[in-house]
């Protein structure tokens, strides 16, 4: 294989330099589209969206709260995947991306802990309670603590990420277990699930159409951020083995 | 790796090796509690399950940051990570006497603990046997634990932000048998999945302890 030959599959991206050269372009793209589609989602959701007859306009705060909460969720999947690679495939650039990943996803927690309690409290009469859908978002948020915790006080950087992605599969298995533990405890205050694959509407368009606008829009915001992030560390990167470089000729 | 077992236990129980530090913990904690919420026998009776339960459980992380460490500043855990023995029953047998020197301490004071607290009458079973069943599982997530933060010089803190989430789901099904023990309900559910946690991480975790410990001392 040549090194001039294009892309063939996914993994050839796992080589920094072509990863740089793909997000080169996408990054800007991502980030663009994630402006535009969370501002029309959010303006949308926010000012030209009817109130409920139950909830008044209390319920706007759905567009910042449902995507927010979706992607605390799918960043951890996503570190979760990104540390299985690292483990099995050894690519840097896969690491880099769960590290850059973690602190993205402890903001979403904190939007969506924060939204829920400016929610609950005209709502439920209280900002918190022991609700096993709160609770588990407290716990995943104190994973990612763990996580991004871990990473900075390691100072190599292979091994910071093979503990820190051990830590994330582990903590995988028992965010899981807190979260049906938490849901044994009791049933709680927090609403089921709103949307549904399947049939039987429980949301109408004129609601769902802003959020899932709002929700592509977190998406995108997300992955131009780890991008970004990951640009970031591939930098330092390179930065500290020119210096070593430096300092061995001089 | 019984001689592993008993080199660990006689480390323990010699002075300085931090046998009791934990159990004194506990003790402590269990008095200041009644000191800082009243001596309300009522409110006393409703929160000592839980008290009792994260009590066990500080008690339990106070005592990990040693389990690994010590061997490692003076390189003996490279000794054992090179010894013919499979580096996961090394971390198994190491929890193993974590336990023994920490949690079954732990079990066997908690009903005198449950008595200051004004444990009701029919929980006391039930306490002890949950921290019975539980407390291995403290152990083992905590080896786990401390095996991350093994190469690290003052890993305690950070241990400790760690391990707290993992003993999560072995806390809430522990308090909750204790509690649904004291109000006389079936305890059965609970129960079986606090056992299921201890012996699910008993066979587990090991593996991903000693791959950290091996990542640790490349």
Redo the contacts between chains.
């Keep these: 294989m040549t090194s001039r030959s294009q892309p063939s599959t996914l993994w050839e991206y796992a080589n920094p330099v072509r990863f740089m050269r793909l997000s080169d372009w996408l990054l800007p793209a991502c980030a663009v589209a994630a402006l535009v589609l969370s501002a029309i989602g959010l303006i949308w959701g926010f000012f030209f969206t009817p109130d409920d007859f139950r909830q008044g306009a209390t319920v706007k705060i759905l567009f910042l709260h449902v995507p927010a909460a979706l992607m605390a969720i799918n960043a951890w999947i996503m570190m979760l995947v990104a540390s299985l690679i690292w483990l099995i495939r050894r690519h840097h650039v896969s690491a880099l991306a769960a590290r850059a990943a973690a602190p993205v996803g402890a903001v979403m927690t904190l939007i969506a802990l924060y939204t829920g309690a400016v929610w609950g409290q005209p709502m439920w009469g209280t900002w918190w309670a022991w609700d096993p859908r709160l609770t588990s978002f407290l ?1 995943l948020f ?2 990612y ?2 996580y991004m ?2 990473w900075s ?2 100072e190599d950087g292979d ?1 910071a990420a ?2 820190t992605a ?2 994330c ?3 995988s298995v ?2 899981l ?2 979260r ?3 849901f ?2 009791s049933q709680g205050l927090h609403q089921g699930a709103s949307l549904s694959l399947q049939p039987g509407t429980r949301m109408d368009w004129a609601y769902k159409a802003p959020l899932y606008i709002s929700m592509t829009g977190f998406g995108l915001i997300f992955l131009a951020l780890v991008l970004a992030g990951t640009r970031t560390e591939i930098r330092s990167r390179r930065m500290k083995a020119l210096m070593a470089r430096e300092r061995m000729q001089g | 790796m019984i001689a592993l077992l008993v080199r660990d236990l006689r480390l323990a129980f010699r002075a300085g090796g931090g046998f009791g530090l934990g159990l004194g913990f506990f003790l402590i904690l269990a008095v200041l509690v009644p000191l800082g919420v009243g001596p309300a026998p009522q409110i006393l009776a409703t929160i000592a399950p839980g008290v009792l339960w994260v009590g066990a459980l500080l008690a339990c992380l106070l005592s990990l940051d040693r389990l690994f460490a010590l061997d490692h500043e003076d390189g003996s855990l490279d000794l054992l990570a090179t010894a013919p023995v499979p580096l996961e029953g090394l971390v198994a047998i190491k929890a193993f006497a974590h336990w023994l020197t920490t949690g079954l301490p732990l079990v066997v004071a908690a009903p005198v603990l449950g008595v200051l607290l004004n444990l009701p009458g029919p929980a006391f079973f039930w306490l002890v046997l949950s921290l019975l069943l539980g407390t291995p599982a403290l152990s083992v ?1 905590g080896a ?1 634990g401390a095996a ?2 093994v ?2 010089k003052r ?1 305690g803190l ?1 241990l400790s ?2 391990v ?3 003993y ?2 072995t806390l ?2 522990g308090a ?1 048998v204790v509690s649904r023990g004291a109000q006389g309900l079936t305890v059965g ?2 129960l079986a ?1 606090l056992a299921g ?1 201890t012996a699910g991480s008993a066979a587990l ?1 090991p593996f ?1 302890a000693a ?2 410990i091996r ?2 001392l ?1």
Excluded: H, K, M, Q
Aim: charged share 5%; net charge negative.
């Design positions: 716990i104190l994973f603590l763990g915790a871990l006080a390691i091994t093979d503990l051990v830590l599969l582990v903590g028992f965010a277990l807190s049906y533990a938490a044994f405890w | 997530i786990f991350l933060t190469g690290l890993g950070l932000l760690l707290l989430p993992l999560v789901p809430i099904f909750e559910t609970p999945l946690i975790l991903a791959l950290a990542i640790n490349r």
